[in-house]
């Protein structure tokens, strides 16, 4: 079946870096998908990479090994607007979109 | 402001009650879709519409339907409420449909279904 992991709930400090990882398992791969979605909203769009390295926007990074299934993304100099779940999603061969259950992530002063 | 609009914002329904949650949008994306969130679990894929005038079962589509009779509105259907179906539905859409490498969903607000 297809499969995608991230943790389920991280902590972090209001200007550190945090580092959410994602892990896949599809039949096929046509991108991977990072969306941030704040408590009763809807998800918006942060970041799309199909190969493989670090795209980097402003305080948020997103990295891909397809050799490894593995994203993750990274934001750096956290603030408190940032707690908000993040969710992973990877088109497979057809193009559908599947997604994670999200990693909800609380920032803390 | 463009975008997606999604009504009810929420609703309680009775089981066996005939419910349509409508999705309007503005942006003349070619491809919508239908999805349901719940608790602990990723987003799952109701129906979609690579364009108007045809639609696709998604990964759960058993009890709902839609129609796509032009670009903007892609309603959704329970036809008969049961309670597994309480959820939040967030309808999308996107400029092109499957078949696109960097396919980005805006998304609407949300409606949330509780079915007794």
């Known amino acids: 079946g297809q499969n995608i992991d991230q943790p389920t709930e991280m902590t972090a400090t209001e200007g550190a870096i945090v580092q959410i990882n994602c892990t896949y398992q599809?039949?096929?791969?046509?991108?991977l998908f990072w969306y941030q979605q704040h408590a009763g909203e809807a998800p918006t769009f942060l970041s799309y990479?199909?190969l493989d390295g670090l795209e980097e926007k402003g305080r948020f990074s997103s990295f891909l090994s397809r050799s490894k299934g593995y994203s993750y993304l990274l934001l750096k100099e956290l603030q408190m607007k940032d707690s908000a779940s993040y969710l992973c999603?990877?088109?497979?061969?057809?193009?559908?979109?599947?997604w994670g259950a999200g990693t909800k992530l609380i920032i803390k002063p | 402001i463009a975008g997606i609009t999604q009504a009810p914002t929420s609703q309680i329904l009775a089981a066996g009650r005939r419910m349509t949650l409508r999705c309007t949008q503005d942006?003349?994306?070619?491809?919508m879709y239908w999805y349901r969130q719940d608790l602990g679990l990723g987003l799952r894929l109701i129906h979609y519409?690579?364009?108007?005038?045809?639609?696709g079962k998604g990964e759960v589509p058993d009890g709902y339907s839609v129609s796509r009779a032009n670009t903007d509105d892609f309603p959704l259907t329970l036809a008969s409420a049961v309670p597994s179906q309480t959820s939040v539905y967030f309808c999308?859409?996107?400029?092109?449909?499957?078949?696109?490498?960097?396919?980005?969903?805006?998304f609407g607000a949300g409606s949330r279904l509780t079915v007794l």
């Open positions: 999308a859409s996107s400029r092109t449909g499957e078949g696109s490498g960097a396919n980005v969903l805006t």
């Open positions: 942006m003349r994306h070619n491809a």
């Open positions: 519409s690579n364009t108007a005038g045809t639609t």
């Open positions: 599809t039949s096929g791969f046509n991108g």
């Open positions: 990479n199909v």
């Open positions: 999603a990877v088109a497979d061969s057809n193009y559908q979109l599947i």
